[in-house]
């Protein structure tokens, strides 16, 4: 924080001079920018985490973008399509005239470089290119990516996919991401070399990052030129920075606190869906469960199953838990990937006396299970199991609620240790696939790595697995639904709701929401 | 004297040992670092792999034989969260800590001594009620809501101070980094510096009160002031300087608490010290920085009590006496 006492005059002086110069003239304007966490590393192939995707896209930049209405948008690539004598290949068109900050110009190498080096092993980002076999530059502007088989979908893997300059990677001896048992620091953690809009001037990690405008970007000038980057961890500092105006932007707002900010004169909050839906689940395959007081399982009978989901009441956990800020359905999908339908996602009213005669049927004394939940990974994730918890108790169902820290409470679900579980599931390819392979597809080599509920069902397995190389669009989705429709008679889940984003900024700024939470400030605008 | 130091060091490498054996036993329960590492999509191979590769599937003793040969050569690993050296990373972080707990204590021992000798000399006046009654909250309110609140009346009411962050600072040679020399530094040090310094102040004003009560209330106290001296004299010749003592050895082994427990000061104000860094990789189980963390806890404490008993054997003759009448 370049002292505020100083800033504050300045800022005004300089929206007062440019009101008086002219209207629409580009001038100078620094934009603070505030978030619970910094991003772990500058190095575009290491971490797959939210926070530093989100900062790395003002540096570096992909080959196409996730706009914030959820559809592709044209970056580094101006064209892609599956070659039309085959289908294993993706032929990408990349934009001419592009340079890196370095000045080096952007080339087919590039491409080629990056994709070797996002496939590396010690690569975050591996898993989303698993079924790349390599990629080739046919001439300086186009690269072929030949896939294992026909993967029509696979352009959707590409949003977070950073380019990197294949001549500064070698002069730095960065061609590979960093080795954690290797004991160096690599040159990439705290310098960065993009085509970005945004140019690295200095880093403090988890201090401050300062962004300044990049003069050679090949689009049109952003109104932001300067960005002040400051993780504040704790969130009454977070929303005081924005209220003492230390800051201009908030990223992550406390849901406690949405209500009371859009009442604060000076102060806009934006909320807008974001891709992320909270969901339980449970063990409905084990003859056996770990910790229920009865000899059978109890979530094997679909009248269990039924018994819950009367039970859950949707409406009461958002309007008291989340204040208003969810969107509660039944399917776990977010409404603007694909696969979504309106009647998946209808809910009934929670019907306490025919779920309780469902549960007394079948268990005369009710029975009681341990349920896991996180308590510090979702938006107030803990409070949402003791909702459910006092709703279960009334059915019959004694549930023990086991609220832990993430690296305590995943590894649960990755070690099948849990027999009933809260999980919240993004899906960055906006397609069903993606959910399909990892939550519903029964586990072994490459799926089901979520998959808690131990669903495993062949015809939904080999449903699934189709999808990967489906080219005709029409009859994929046609599948989808169907797996849908399987996955939601069969109870796999039990979903809340869809969490929503909120970002609050000062009065004049406007920030839309992006749906994977990864705003630009590139795309910020100013009314005065 | 010299034999007394080196059983002395010879102590604290056992302590530290000790601190590094049941930190590392309780790293088992804090989670699996691999959760926070990669991300959703990664296969359930890879992650095997992975933790195959950083050596957490070793036993307990292997893990911990690594870490002692790697530490004794000053070797600390790679952050699993921030990927640097987990050394640099502290050492970078080590001055904002340390400026901070040096100006909380530095000013808790001035307020604290001036309001303690204050409060004992007008025991019954206003004032010294109202500080009395001021100091129990410092004593019971957790540091975090007095953070919390002060933030809210000088930072977002009257906008006077910083709410968070250390302001501009400036590199000194051999890298310490002080936020001193800048005024946005060291206006954004007042808020923390108050919130981490409260309770200690209040512990040093209470415990001066009381000694203070106790010396004024002796028979020397009383020939002072039948020797006609004035009560400047008696109250701060006489009195003060024999309630210092113990007021110095406690200021001193509670600098070594406010390094260690500034913690949560530094998380409410996004402080960018070691206590912060400690707390972030406490949440994704960053094993490397929690390990160099409590060890280095460990060794400020260990050389504090090692410069106060240093400090007895130099005060205190009797010590010496007694160690020398054992040697014979």
Redesign the interface.
């Known amino acids: 924080m370049t002292s505020f006492l100083t800033t504050a005059p300045r800022r005004l002086m300089v929206s007062a001079l440019a009101l008086a110069l002219a209207a629409g003239a580009s001038h100078a304007e620094t934009l603070r920018w505030a978030r619970v966490a910094d991003a772990l590393t500058l190095d575009p192939h290491s971490q797959n985490e939210g926070p530093t995707s989100t900062l790395l896209h003002h540096m570096y930049e992909t080959l196409v973008r996730r706009d914030t209405d959820g559809s592709l948008k044209p970056r580094l690539a101006t064209e892609w399509s599956i070659h039309a004598d085959d289908p294993t290949i993706w032929v990408l068109k990349l934009r001419e005239g592009v340079t890196f900050h370095d000045g080096s110009a952007f080339t087919a190498e590039d491409v080629v470089f990056s994709m070797d080096r996002v496939r590396h092993e010690s690569s975050g980002f591996r898993a989303l290119h698993s079924a790349v076999t390599g990629a080739t530059a046919v001439d300086d502007s186009t690269v072929h990516i030949q896939m294992a088989g026909p993967s029509p979908l696979y352009v959707q893997n590409l949003t977070n996919f950073f380019i990197m300059d294949s001549g500064w990677a070698a002069a730095n001896a960065v061609e590979v991401p960093q080795n954690f048992a290797a004991g160096e620091e690599n040159f990439a953690v705290r310098n960065a070399n993009g085509t970005g809009p945004y140019r690295l001037v200095s880093r403090d990690p988890e201090v401050r990052t300062v962004l300044a405008h990049f003069d050679g970007h090949w689009d049109a000038d952003p109104q932001v030129t300067e960005i002040i980057y400051t993780p504040i961890a704790e969130a009454a500092t977070r929303v005081a920075a924005l209220l003492s105006g230390e800051v201009d932007v908030v990223q992550d707002v406390p849901v406690q606190d949405i209500a009371r900010l859009e009442q604060t004169a000076g102060i806009t909050v934006a909320t807008g869906p974001e891709n992320r839906n909270i969901f339980f689940s449970y063990d409905q395959t084990s003859p056996k469960l770990i910790s229920a007081n009865v000899e059978d399982n109890p979530f094997s009978h679909p009248e269990i199953r039924e018994a819950m989901s009367l039970a859950l009441d949707r409406d009461a956990i958002q309007q008291v838990v989340m204040r208003g800020q969810s969107q509660p359905s039944a399917a776990p999908l977010p409404p603007f990937v694909n696969g979504w339908r309106a009647d998946l996602n209808a809910y009934g009213a929670p019907d306490y006396d025919r779920a309780n005669t469902l549960v007394r049927g079948i268990y005369p004394d009710g029975f009681s299970v341990d349920l896991h939940c996180p308590n510090d990974r979702y938006l107030n994730d803990e409070a949402i199991c003791q909702a459910f918890v006092g709703m279960l108790g009334r059915i019959g169902i004694s549930a023990n609620l086991i609220s832990q820290t993430r690296s305590q409470h995943f590894p649960l679900i990755e070690r099948w240790e849990t027999d009933f579980y809260l999980l919240g599931w993004g899906v960055p390819t906006f397609d069903s696939a993606y959910v399909f392979n990892f939550l519903v597809h029964g586990r072994e080599e490459g799926f089901g790595s979520y998959n808690g509920a131990r669903y495993d069902n062949p015809e939904v397995n080999a449903m699934i697995e189709s999808l990967a190389t489906m080219t005709d669009l029409e009859a994929r989705d046609a599948t989808i639904a169907q797996i849908w429709d399987k996955v939601m008679e069969d109870r796999v889940f039990l979903n809340v709701h869809n969490q929503l984003l909120a970002y609050a900024v000062r009065d004049g700024i406007n920030l839309p929401v992006h749906p994977e939470n990864q705003p630009s400030m590139a795309d910020v605008t100013f009314t005065r | 004297m010299l034999a007394y130091i080196i059983r002395r060091i010879v102590q604290s490498v056992l302590v530290m040992l000790a601190v590094a054996l049941v930190s590392f036993a309780l790293f088992r329960y804090?989670?699996?670092?691999?959760?926070?590492?990669?991300?959703?999509?990664?296969?359930?191979?890879?992650?095997a792999?992975?933790r195959e590769?950083?050596?957490l599937n070793d036993p307990f003793v292997v893990q911990f034989a690594r870490f002692v040969g790697n530490a004794a050569q000053g070797?600390f690993?790679?952050s699993?969260?921030?990927?640097?050296?987990v050394m640099?990373l502290i050492l970078s972080r080590l001055p904002a800590t340390l400026e901070l707990a040096l100006i909380s204590g530095l000013a808790a021992f001035v307020f604290g001594v001036g309001a303690g000798v204050y409060t004992a000399l007008r025991r019954r006046g206003a004032l010294s009620t109202a500080i009395m009654t001021l100091s129990l909250i410092g004593v019971s309110l957790p540091t975090f809501l007095i953070g919390?609140l002060l933030?809210?009346i000088f930072?977002?009411e009257l906008?006077w101070l910083?709410?968070?962050?250390?302001?501009?600072t400036v590199v000194l040679p051999w890298g310490w980094e002080t936020g001193f020399l800048?005024?946005?530094g060291r206006?954004?040090l007042i808020l923390p510096a108050i919130t981490l310094g409260l309770y200690q102040m209040t512990l040093i004003m209470r415990l001066v009160r009381a000694e203070m009560l106790e010396v004024l209330r002796t028979d020397y106290i009383k020939f002072a002031r039948a020797r006609g001296l004035s009560n400047r004299a008696v109250h701060f010749g006489h009195a003060l300087k024999n309630t210092l003592v113990p007021v110095i050895t406690i200021t001193g082994l509670q600098l070594g608490s406010i390094i260690a427990f500034a913690i949560i000061t530094e998380?409410?104000?996004?402080w960018?010290g070691v206590g912060?860094?400690f707390i972030?990789s406490v949440?994704?189980?960053d094993v490397p920085v929690m390990s160099a963390y409590l060890v280095l806890i460990a060794l400020i404490f260990v050389v504090i009590n090692l410069i106060v008993d240093l400090l007895y054997y130099a005060v205190d003759p009797r010590l010496r006496v007694e160690r020398g009448g054992v040697r014979h």
């Open positions: 804090v989670g699996d670092p691999i959760t926070a590492m990669v991300g959703q999509e990664t296969s359930l191979e890879d992650r792999a992975l590769n950083l050596g070797e690993g790679i699993y969260r921030l990927q640097q050296p640099e919390v933030i809210w930072a977002v906008q910083p709410s968070f962050g250390r302001g501009d800048t005024q946005s206006a954004s998380t409410v104000f996004q960018p912060a860094l972030n949440r994704v189980v």
